[in-house]
């Protein structure tokens, strides 16, 4: 007997996570593996963010929190989108979640009604088709290339748009592409967007503080598109703090709403602790995390250099995030011993079991032809896990 839901049955695991966990079971067998799969800094939470946490836990802030989050905390978010982004959000339109990976849902299940349409610039982060799909959305994508920067032009998005699009959603900068999109090309999409009122857009910019050239530009602040933008941030990513959980949104006050309708009923307020903890982060001068960006840049410029010099393999020069996403369809059809590689998927098993590197296969992220490398790990394990990958792939006949 099946006693499962049609809906679970046809949600994905993670490839993310999945092929996390099977570099730890080989992990667990002696196996030393370099997992490049998840993205996770490998730095510490800041000590001022740290002693904030400590001294809430003294203070006893040990009791359920409001739905949408602390005002204190919805407040100091607002002053950090007019400082950082150039929006205009009171209070009332935050909410905190457990994570942007709660925000985005719960924006998915306020605003998607079943065969709504939502556009997604292809390669797009892992979850995104997943949770549209839960929903009973159709999923549109617009393919891109590393000869464009996987960055889509405004014709191709003009053309996606039909009467039954509801949304479009993208990652600025971009996982797993570590694209970002200057002012003058959001602007340009932005011209496309004022035709169609009835598109919402969903701009996730989690990598915000992880950037390296130009200036970080919200397409919500350009003012026509201001009430029916919503953006989305966080806390793991730029302030090192994945395992405090910690996502929050600035949206319409319809959209805000709905979500904090949506998340009361599921977990309710975000963890007590880590609220006001993030009051003191998101107050905090961005330049503090700069050292960590000057550590990312460096990471960057090692890993292309290194990946240029592996035979066959094509990468793009990423402007943010801490993700390298080479082409690697050459590889298809090639032997290892009996073994022949299909795909993006065989090739990261085969460096998994072979090169004990870890990666993600690009058809999770909707890039069959590619594979996701995190980045966010030593100088010294970046130059090791290239060199496995380089005698792994030797191995190819």
Request: hydrophobic share 40%; glycine share 6%; net charge neutral.
């Amino acid at each position: 007997m099946n006693y499962l839901s049609n809906r679970v049955e046809k949600l994905a695991e993670s490839e993310t996570l999945a092929m996390a966990r099977l570099g730890n079971e080989l992990k667990e067998k002696g196996v030393n593996v370099i997992n490049m799969s998840l993205g996770e800094p490998d730095f510490a939470t800041p000590d001022f963010v740290k002693n904030a946490a400590k001294d809430a836990i003294d203070k006893n802030f040990s009791y359920y929190t409001p739905v949408p989050g602390y005002k204190e905390l919805q407040e100091a978010i607002a002053n950090k989108f007019k400082r950082d982004n150039n929006l205009n959000y009171k209070p009332s339109q935050i909410v905190v979640s457990t994570g942007a990976k709660q925000s985005i849902i719960n924006i998915v299940m306020a605003v998607v009604n079943p065969g709504d349409e939502v556009i997604l610039p292809a390669p797009y982060w892992v979850s995104y088709s997943e949770m549209i799909m839960l929903n009973e959305g159709k999923v549109i994508t617009l393919e891109t290339d590393y000869k464009s920067d996987f960055k889509i032009t405004p014709a191709q998005l003009e053309k996606a748009i039909t009467p039954k699009t509801k949304l479009f959603l993208f990652s600025n900068p971009c996982n797993p592409t570590g694209t970002m999109y200057s002012e003058a090309e959001l602007r340009a999409l932005g011209e496309v967007f004022k035709k169609y009122p009835h598109v919402l857009i969903c701009a996730d910019e989690i990598y915000e503080y992880i950037t390296f050239e130009g200036k970080m530009f919200s397409i919500g602040s350009i003012p026509e598109l201001t009430d029916r933008t919503i953006t989305v941030n966080g806390l793991s990513k730029g302030y090192a703090m994945t395992g405090w959980r910690l996502g929050y949104i600035g949206a319409p006050q319809a959209i805000a709403s709905a979500c904090v309708k949506i998340q009361g009923q599921f977990t309710s307020g975000a963890n007590s602790i880590t609220q006001r903890a993030a009051i003191t982060a998101v107050s905090a001068d961005p330049s503090v995390v700069k050292p960590m960006q000057d550590a990312f840049l460096k990471r960057r410029n090692l890993l292309i250099s290194l990946m240029k010099e592996v035979p066959h393999i094509k990468v793009n020069n990423p402007g943010g995030a801490f993700y390298l996403f080479p082409e690697v369809s050459y590889y298809f059809g090639k032997k290892y011993g009996d073994t022949t590689i299909k795909d993006a998927k065989d090739l990261c098993m085969y460096l998994l079991n072979v090169g004990h590197v870890a990666m993600t296969p690009g058809g999770a992220f909707g890039a069959p032809n590619y594979i996701r490398l995190s980045y966010a790990t030593s100088e010294d394990i970046i130059r090791e896990a290239v060199t496995r990958i380089k005698n792994a792939l030797s191995e190819l006949k």
